[in-house]
């Protein structure tokens, strides 16, 4: 089993900016596989990075957030700047371990009416994230 704990959510102001970090215990064994994402509103992609750092955004937070990890340490970061109302809401952190299946999921809308659909096998508790106008 693998655990996943966000934290770094905050109330701030439009425009800002904020960093969301999420780190992994547990059986870590296969962690380097896995792939990370960061959804909100549970079901709403936000940023997805696959184990070979490759990276997608939803159009919405695409030049305003990066999604980073850090294998080394298991920690998926989400930097978040140039901040809206629209981008209040609780976040969740997510792995997917190709070993495993899951059908639990999130929904990232890359824009020209691309969806993609993850499956994820890991899910943490969320961080509460609100930009006051």
């Known amino acids: 089993q693998v655990q996943l704990m966000e934290s770094g959510g905050i109330s701030v102001q439009v425009g800002g900016s904020l960093t969301l970090s999420c780190a992994a215990s547990?059986?870590?064994?296969?962690?380097?596989?896995?792939?990370m994402g960061w959804s909100r509103k549970e079901r709403e992609g936000v940023a997805v990075i696959d184990s070979d750092?490759?990276?997608r955004y939803a159009q919405a937070v695409k030049g305003r957030f990066t999604i980073s990890r850090d294998n080394a340490n298991h920690i998926v970061y989400l930097q978040m700047t140039d901040l809206k109302p629209e981008d209040s809401g609780i976040y969740y952190c997510?792995?997917?371990?190709?070993?495993?299946?899951?059908?639990?999921?999130?929904?990232?809308?890359?824009?020209?009416?691309?969806?993609?659909?993850?499956?994820?096998?890991?899910w943490g508790k969320g961080t509460q994230v609100t930009v006051a106008s």
């Open positions: 750092f490759d990276s």
């Open positions: 547990g059986d870590l064994s296969n962690y380097i596989n896995f792939k």
């Open positions: 997510s792995a997917d371990d190709p070993a495993m299946s899951s059908s639990r999921t999130f929904r990232i809308d890359l824009g020209s009416s691309v969806l993609i659909d993850y499956a994820m096998d890991y």
